[in-house]
């Protein structure tokens, strides 16, 4: 079970405690290494937190809970929804009461940044399971990523939406890193395939009334909509907004980052959904057998079909990497030589070939242009009609 705790306000005499106890962090191989993972295990986005666990669970079953003899042990705190004091809190209690050499997880972008401080002191890699805003990465030398970035799956999704003879777009996005940073790569993508956003609408990340937007919508007189909002109650909302208030019936087009599209949310978003084009890292229907291989263990995990969806990869192939981490540094607590060791690594993920880029330490990967429509059998899903191959991060792009 997945331990639940409650923590206070984060004082100041623990930050003392934490700047003295750090310089006793345990550098000598050990038996078991701990691994902690921080996660909405609860509240909004619970489902989420409950993806992380189950692709680190699937990975586990397939893999083995050992690595070079030493045993791997999870601990997992619970951050229900954005929260950067929070966050700095229970990394730091996991680096020095828990004594992890390895942290992951992190949904929100706000929460990462909070955590990266505390990396080079406390000798600690963060490998990051889904926050995806570019500048994540520069932060720490310390910090690789398995997820992906919002520029990513928009640079491309971007070129699309103009190819299809639409000229003139609104954006709205959540007003936090990674909305800020699917805007001005689908912006840039759109100009430079000759089409137009004449307007950018960036809502409060608690925003749940999409009425108002979707009126000011109308009246742009666009002809294609962007929109990227966090996976979670969200992005349901805005997509049946679109569909409720005649915005769809009207023939505007809906354009998207997966995240609006997320398969535990398919069977409720139905028609409301079909047709919608998004552009993203991972589909649960990606035709392979690796992915089939995963899906079956991550469905396992999380307790059968209909829950599994995109955070789950970011932690099985976030596994892979802290696997690699420990085989490289012998069990032995050295961030630095941690992720020095995974840079360039590469190898066939359940979405396809990924490389950590030795650069910007941010996954290298195939982004997917996809339709929502429905597969032989009636299920709806996100249909892979286009592949971009080789995507590098354009938001880290020197």
Known sequence: MISRRRFGTFLRAGALAFAGSLSFAHAAAADTIKLGIVGPFSGPFALQGKNFQAGVEAWLTQNGKSVGGHEIEIVYRDLPTANPQQARALAQE???????????????TPDAMAITPLLKQGNVPLVIFNAATSAIMTSSPLVVRTSFTTAQTTTPLGKAAADRGITKF????????????????????????GGQVVETIRMPLNTTEFSPIMQRIRDAGAQGVFAFLPSGPPTLGFVK?????GLKPAGVKLFATGDLTQESDLPALGEAAAGMITGFHYAISHDSEVNRAFV?????????????????VGAYDGMYVIAKMIAATGGKQDAEKAVEAVKGLAWESPR???K???ETRHITQT????????DAKGNWINKEIQSFPGQKDPGLAK
């Open 94 to 108: 996991l680096i020095v009461k828990d004594k992890v050499q390895y942290l992951g997880g992190v949904y929100f």
């Open 170 to 193: 609104v954006s709205a996005v959540t007003d936090y890193g990674p909305g800020v940073d699917a805007e001005g790569a689908f912006k840039k993508a759109v100009e430079a395939a």
């Open 241 to 245: 907004a679109f569909s409720d208030t």
């Open 296 to 312: 079956a263990a991550g469905e396992k995990a999380i307790g059968g079909p209909g829950q599994l969806t995109f955070p789950a």
């Open 352 to 354: 396809g070939p990924v």
């Open 356 to 358: 950590i880029d030795p």
């Open 367 to 374: 982004i997917y242009l996809r339709e929502v429509a429905k």
